[in-house]
């Protein structure tokens, strides 16, 4: 209940400049986004890579309201690709993208957003690495897996987000389950209704376990994005039954949460990869981890007080 408010919160104006503008805010932020400028993302990737972790990186910026916005998004990944260059990482460090920040939303913004998002695709690929587009709400999975086509043209290793929470997912799992196709399997991290989502938690972590199954048990590359030990038990029995090579499938965990699981995997000798979000619209993620476990909003409580 308290999750799904904060979810809702997440979309208020009022309730955003009141967070943004706590000075306490910024500490706790921090725990979960690498920074705001790209010299602190080159930094977090240099200290994962340290620890043998490989990195998918977010300019956040899903909040944007107009044409100019989403091209300042596009150049910002285009800054980000040169400047991971002289790092010479190839797929150990590539790029999450939200389509929203490249106008998804804005009137015509499939179109807009393909046409931005296809430049970002060809500096990754001319890196050595890829593209992997974040899934939004349920509105725009339609729009986000049509792009996803038409970048997997020219640019094969681009990858989709897939959320158990929908009931559509365990059939796009079926079809993404296919040679070369590189696949993040999250829970889902939006306030959805009953109509298109499983709203209880069981539900969704049952469905979490079925898609695991068809998508290690498919032919593509799965990404297992979570930080559920009974998730990444059941990843480990399946590479265990299905015989998968230690690269062809992968662990994927957020930016600052459970960072000994993230380390202890690597050392396994698993592909593990942090997803690290930078960037000034820190918002609108920074609620949705909130909103995602209690005890992360107990931590923020409390260093509200404690000041
Ligand atoms: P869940 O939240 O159910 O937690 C289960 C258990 O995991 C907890 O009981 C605890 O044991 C452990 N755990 C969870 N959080 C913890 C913490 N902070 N500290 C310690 N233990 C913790 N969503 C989306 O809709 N679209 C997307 O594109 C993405 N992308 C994405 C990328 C990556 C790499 C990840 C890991 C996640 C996403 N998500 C996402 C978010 C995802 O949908 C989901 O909201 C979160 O991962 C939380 O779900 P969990 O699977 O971690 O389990």
């Not at 999750?3 to 503008?21: D, K, T």
């Not at 725990?31 to 990186?57: C, I, N, W, Y």
Request: with cysteine; proline share 4%; aromatic share 6%.
């Amino acid at each position: 209940m308290l999750g799904q408010a904060l979810l809702v919160a997440s979309r208020r104006p009022g309730l955003r400049r009141a967070v943004v503008g706590t000075p306490v805010t910024r500490r706790v932020v921090d725990r979960f986004v690498a920074g705001e400028q790209l010299p602190d993302a080159l930094a977090a990737v240099r200290s994962l890579q340290a620890d043998g972790v490989a990195v998918t990186l977010d300019h956040l910026g899903e909040d944007i309201t107009t044409r100019a916005e989403a091209v300042a998004s596009r150049d910002a990944y285009l800054a980000l690709l040169d400047g991971l260059a002289p790092l010479q990482l190839g797929p150990a460090a590539e790029v999450s993208v939200k389509l929203s920040a490249f106008g998804q939303a804005l009137p015509g913004g499939h179109d807009l957003a393909l046409e931005l998002v296809r430049p970002v695709a060809e500096a990754a690929t001319a890196l050595g690495t890829t593209v992997t587009l974040d899934m939004e709400d349920h509105t725009t999975v339609d729009s986000t897996l049509a792009v996803l086509a038409e970048l997997r043209r020219d640019h094969p290793g681009t990858g989709a987000v897939l959320q158990s929470a929908l009931h559509r997912t365990e059939a796009d799992a079926a079809d993404l389950a296919v040679a070369g196709s590189r696949v993040r399997l999250v829970k889902g991290a939006y306030a959805e209704p009953r109509t298109v989502a499983f709203t209880d938690k069981a539900e969704v972590d049952a469905a979490y376990l079925r898609c695991l199954d068809v998508l290690f048990r498919g032919a593509g590359y799965p990404m297992a994005g979570t930080h559920d030990p009974a998730m990444i038990a059941r990843v480990l029995e399946l590479v265990r039954e299905t015989g998968r090579a230690a690269d062809s499938y992968e662990f994927q965990l957020l930016y600052g949460i459970r960072t000994g699981e993230q380390q202890r995997l690597a050392r396994e000798g698993h592909t593990v990869r942090a997803y690290v979000p930078y960037g000034a619209d820190w918002y609108g993620y920074f609620m949705r981890r909130l909103a995602e476990r209690p005890a992360n909003l107990q931590f923020f409580l409390r260093s509200l007080v404690t000041t």
